[in-house]
């Protein structure tokens, strides 16, 4: 009987194993990379502030003189940095003083990120030395997916190389499992199949030298123990047979010589039997003349006895003709 792929042991074994690996990587991966994704938007918000931080005076000036040149070379400054896609600046009454955008990056991933941060809008209020309302704003939106491009090779990283390690876990498993396993069980089942039903114990089960103290050592040994008694139990009904078969011809010897002594015998009983018969029956019709009484009784008593024996003596023949299939059925009136 041949076994499928898919259904041997060992394939199952790994299969589950790799799956519960898999299971395992996948949620501490998920874990890993929340975790880093906390990580890379503190750091986007950390590295926002510090670049605002070094332009913050200079765009303080720019909105407190409403001078659209310094403006202009303070949003050309910021547009340096990339990851910048939109940067405004504007007066304390919202009247915009420069701007200027640009196309975000495009991504196969972009989407996901936009889900995960949202729009990355940032408002600074601008204050100029001693004057205390704020002499300005500066906005600026973030490509979130320029920023998050680290984030995100680090991510398909881990759960690349987790599935790579798995396919290797998965093809190192099945190679162990059947060497370990499956192999030495596919030996077992020759040997059985390979057994002789009429001596069981001629040829035993070889024990794999590395599974002798384990499971399949045991499996191996039980197997042979089993072999032996059914050799040992098969012997003992051979031997009963054969001594019965033995016991039963010198029965039918036995029979067979009973047959012939009774029917021997029978046919020798049968002529003096009628004789004395006759003789008696001769006697008491007179055939030596008159005979007293009890004379007469005692030849009745004779015959008599005679012809019961005679009786019992022609059963005997005709069983022993029934027996050996010779009888003769005769018709007689009721």
């Not at 898999?22 to 998920?30: D, G, M, N, P, Q």
């Not at 099945?174 to 039903?197: C, D, E, H, Q, R």
């Not at 005997?316 to 029934?322: E, F, K, P, T, V």
Request: glycine share 4%; aromatic share 6%.
């Amino acid at each position: 009987m041949k076994i499928n792929f898919s259904q041997r042991i060992s394939v199952r074994q790994a299969m589950h194993t790799v799956f519960i690996a898999l299971l395992l990587v996948i949620i501490l991966s998920a874990i890993q990379i929340i975790n880093d994704f906390k990580k890379e938007k503190n750091h986007i918000n950390s590295m926002i502030a510090q670049v605002i931080g070094m332009f913050e005076e200079q765009a303080a000036l720019s909105a407190y003189s409403l001078s659209e040149s310094m403006a202009n070379n303070l949003i050309s400054g910021l547009f340096k940095y990339k990851s910048f896609s939109k940067v405004e600046l504007a007066n304390d009454l919202g009247v915009t003083l420069s701007q200027k955008e640009r196309t975000p990056t495009p991504g196969k991933f972009k989407w996901l990120m936009t889900k995960l941060t949202g729009k990355l809008d940032y408002s600074f209020t601008l204050h100029y030395k001693d004057v205390e309302n704020p002499v300005g704003f500066l906005n600026v939106t973030v490509d979130g997916y320029l920023l998050s491009q680290n984030f995100i090779d680090r991510s398909l990283m881990v759960l690349s190389s987790s599935i790579i390690q798995n396919i290797l876990l998965a093809f190192f498993l099945t190679l162990i499992f059947y060497k370990s396993l499956t192999l030495p069980l596919l030996k077992m089942i020759g040997n059985l199949l390979a057994i002789n039903i009429d001596k069981p114990a001629e040829k035993l089960i070889d024990i794999p030298k590395i599974h002798t103290h384990d499971e399949l050592g045991l499996l191996a040994k039980t197997t042979n123990e089993l072999l032996h008694r059914l050799d040992e139990n098969l012997s003992i009904r051979r031997s009963a047979e054969k001594k019965l078969a033995e016991q039963n011809e010198e029965l039918i010897k036995l029979d067979k010589l009973k047959d012939e002594f009774l029917a021997n015998t029978s046919h020798e009983l049968r002529t003096p039997l009628n004789g004395i018969i006759g003789i008696a029956e001769s006697l008491i019709a007179g055939a030596t003349g008159g005979l007293s009484d009890e004379t007469n009784l005692n030849l009745s008593m004779i015959a008599s006895s005679g012809k019961r024996l005679l009786c019992l003596v022609n059963d005997i023949l005709d069983l022993s003709s029934l027996k050996n299939k010779k009888l003769n059925l005769q018709k007689e009136p009721i």
